[in-house]
């Protein structure tokens, strides 16, 4: 099974801005979507933003502008480039695949904390 792992993450002032990488153990085109969902302390796990195998790509109204999703494949890599970031952003990002043949797979997680 394909696994994720989670980099990027870190402290920023608001405003500044960071990127967060996922790697995947194998091929990326084991999934048919890759993206990122956030979780600050206390509320659920929400999506950010999402890319399918033909490249278009999906955000949240409150991200929108802000962050871009993107992806290597060469580098079995999806990315979130994350600016003029907000403390409203701060949470642990989390990278998600979906391959339809069985269930989700989950990297483990970076912080990522905007806050001056």
């Known amino acids: 099974q394909v696994q994720l792992v989670e980099s990027g993450g870190g402290r920023v002032q608001p405003g500044g801005s960071l990127r967060l990488s996922c790697v995947a153990s194998?091929?990326?085109?084991?999934?048919?979507?890759m993206g990122w969902y956030r979780q600050a302390p206390g509320k659920q796990r929400d999506l950010v933003a999402g890319?399918?195998?033909?490249?278009?790509?999906h955000y949240i109204d409150s991200v929108k502008g802000r962050f871009t999703i993107s992806r290597n494949n060469a580098m079995n890599t999806v990315y979130l480039q994350m600016n003029s970031l907000k403390p409203e952003d701060t949470a642990v990002y989390y990278c998600?695949?979906?391959?339809?043949?069985?269930?989700?797979?989950w990297g483990q997680g970076t912080q990522v904390t905007v806050s001056s």
């Open positions: 998600y695949g979906d391959s339809g043949r069985g269930p989700r797979t």
């Open positions: 194998g091929s990326i085109f084991s999934f048919y979507v």
């Open positions: 890319l399918d195998e033909g490249g278009t790509t």
